[in-house]
């Protein structure tokens, strides 16, 4: 916290003192925002870091300095905003992140070991595990300004929604049969037949966020700003039961079968807070962003 402190005093400082406050740039170039400007936004701690190290001012020449990264409270999330008027914006935000694995266990084939006990090689089973993820996150709202010179203030609200979710499906080569049971068969990673999950779901997690924001954004070239901002709001989450199938045995019939179950806990919190809220950082910590608008 102080080296952000001090990280913030610094850059503002230095700006003031060697850009004073022309609205254009030496070669004319207009430096505050503008109608139909699009905005992008990153974690502006990075960016001061890295200047600061360079200048030796934090005791090192900048060799450990990050890249930009993700708005604080929004990683994996792009952020950024359109202008409808100089002093009017809508703000955005949208993250899409989806994704899936897959794992294959290689095992000798127990039925064909039994069926051929004196060969050296057997025919060969696969058990495969399959891995799915969803994250998304979308957000809109309104930003409004105020000042003529380089110090802009701005304030508004956003809506906020999130979506997270995951599930794992397994298929399993060895089939759950009498010989399969009566030999002590298992699946390739060692574990029994008898009550092996088939699949699993989490079911999607629902997170709503409504949140007022305002802070103070310096515009220390044409179009490039630093920006500190805060807020407080109002957060929902809600986490289902999700499911469960499990294929068991019943030595009684001799018979497989797949049962599916809902998960034993679910969930919902609710609250105000000033920015971290509830939940999945819906509601973020106040963040330092540095804009590039274009």
């Known amino acids: 916290m102080k080296k952000l402190i001090f990280s913030l005093t610094m850059i503002f400082g230095l700006i003031v003192m060697v850009n004073g406050q022309d609205l254009t740039s030496k070669k004319g170039f207009t430096i505050l925002p503008e109608a139909g400007d699009y905005v992008i936004g990153f974690n502006a701690v990075p960016v001061v870091d890295f200047f600061l190290n360079v200048s030796n001012i934090m005791v090192n020449t900048g060799q450990t300095s990050q890249h930009p990264g993700f708005v604080t409270g929004f990683n994996q999330v792009l952020v950024g905003k359109y202008f409808l008027e100089d002093q009017k914006a809508i703000r955005g935000k949208l993250a899409?992140?989806?994704?899936?694995?897959?794992?294959?266990?290689?095992?000798?084939?127990?039925?064909?070991?039994?069926?051929?006990?004196?060969?050296?090689?057997?025919?060969?089973?696969?058990?495969?595990?399959?891995?799915?993820?969803?994250?998304?996150?979308?957000?809109?709202?309104?930003?409004?300004?105020?000042?003529?010179?380089?110090?802009?203030?701005?304030?508004?609200?956003?809506?906020?929604?999130?979506?997270?979710?995951?599930?794992?499906?397994?298929?399993?080569?060895?089939?759950?049969?009498?010989?399969?049971?009566?030999?002590?068969?298992?699946?390739?990673?060692?574990?029994?037949?008898?009550?092996?999950?088939?699949?699993?779901?989490?079911?999607?997690?629902?997170?709503?966020?409504?949140?007022g924001f305002a802070g103070i954004e310096y515009f220390f070239a044409p179009k490039i700003s630093v920006a500190a901002e805060f807020g407080w709001g109002f957060g929902m989450t809600t986490n289902p039961r999700g499911s469960q199938t499990v294929e068991t045995w019943d030595a009684a019939t001799s018979t497989a079968s797949e049962t599916t179950s809902e998960g034993n806990a679910s969930g919902s919190a609710m609250g105000f807070a000033v920015d971290n809220g509830v939940g999945q950082n819906l509601l973020p910590s106040a963040a330092f962003t540095m804009y590039f608008h274009f």
């Open 96 to 211: 899409i992140n989806t994704g899936s694995a897959k794992t294959s266990t290689f095992f000798d084939d127990p039925f064909d070991v039994t069926a051929n006990p004196t060969a050296t090689e057997w025919a060969e089973a696969e058990d495969i595990a399959k891995v799915g993820n969803t994250n998304i996150v979308l957000g809109g709202g309104m930003e409004f300004r105020r000042g003529h010179n380089r110090v802009q203030g701005f304030y508004g609200g956003e809506l906020l929604l999130g979506f997270l979710g995951n599930s794992v499906k397994n298929t399993w080569a060895v089939e759950m049969n009498t010989e399969s049971m009566t030999n002590g068969y298992t699946n390739g990673d060692g574990s029994a037949l008898n009550g092996r999950v088939i699949d699993q779901k989490s079911g999607m997690a629902i997170t709503f966020g409504l949140r």
